[in-house]
T-cell receptor, first 111, second 114 residues
Framework: GESVGLHLPTLSVQEGDNSIINCAYS??????FIWYKQESGKGPQFIID?????DKRQGQRVTVLLNKTVKHLSLQIAATQPGDSAVYFC??????????FGTGTLLAVQP | NAGVTQTPKFQVLKTGQSMTLQCAQD?????MSWYRQDPGMGLRLIHY???????DQGEVPNGYNVSRSTTEDFPLRLLSAAPSQTSVYFC?????????????FGSGTRLTVV
């Protein structure tokens, strides 16, 4: 079936650098996207969302970019900190009330 | 304000046993859902509910039952546990009965079926 994301990749960055985590989605009808952060042993935590009528949204140290032409979503984290180390998931609202998650990306921040 | 509370945190079952995973939220959220998370994979939707008395199937509903008798509670029942149901289970809730405001997740229940 359709899915969001790929096998769990790992992104290793130096503390203070910017991080970019990518996600591909397959359903062009999806109209809402969310990024979640999951720390070890915890549930996912909402980071930022974006609707399909937008191509960019900024939060505190985070920016989400949406390219509907190529069905691609990215999460940019500025000045990455050790506390940002976690698995990051993108999720799409594929149909009403069905939020479908990708497999996630492990972000490892090196001090 | 406790948010989404899941119990138990850990559980070991024998094949064929039944059990109920509890989920409660105190935010008056209409929407609640259950996900399972397997190693190296994302979260997969099991069942969801848009309000008391209303439930529907997600991506992987087989082997699980749910009910929603109150707004606050959304238990997940395993009638006859199988090793394939070994996983971490997350309950999530959302305001207004849609996903539009994102989800609040519980801390998870780690289930092992032997």
């Amino acid at each position: 079936g359709e899915s969001v994301g790929l096998h769990l990749p790992t992104l290793s960055v130096q503390e203070g650098d910017n991080s970019i985590i990518n996600c591909a989605y397959s359903n062009s009808a999806s109209d809402y996207f969310i990024w979640y952060k999951q720390e070890s042993g915890k549930g996912p935590q909402f980071i930022i969302d974006i609707r399909s009528n937008m191509d960019k949204r900024q939060g505190q140290r985070v920016t989400v970019l949406l390219n509907k032409t190529v069905k691609h979503l990215s999460l940019q984290i500025a000045a990455t900190q050790p506390g940002d180390s976690a698995v990051y998931f993108c999720a799409e609202n594929r149909a009403t009330n069905k939020l479908i998650f990708g497999t996630g990306t492990l972000l490892a921040v090196q001090p | 304000n406790a948010g989404v509370t899941q119990t138990p945190k850990f559980q070991v079952l024998k094949t064929g046993q039944s059990m109920t995973l509890q989920c409660a939220q105190d935010m008056n959220h209409e929407y609640m859902s259950w996900y399972r998370q397997d190693p190296g994979m994302g979260l997969r939707l099991i069942h969801y509910s848009v309000g008391a008395g209303i439930t529907d199937q997600g991506e992987v509903p087989n082997g699980y039952n749910v009910s929603r008798s109150t707004t606050e509670d959304f238990p997940l029942r395993l009638l006859s546990a199988a090793p394939s149901q070994t996983s971490v289970y997350f309950c999530a809730s959302s305001y207004s009965g849609t996903v539009d405001y994102g989800y609040t997740f519980g801390s998870g229940t780690r289930l092992t079926v032997v």
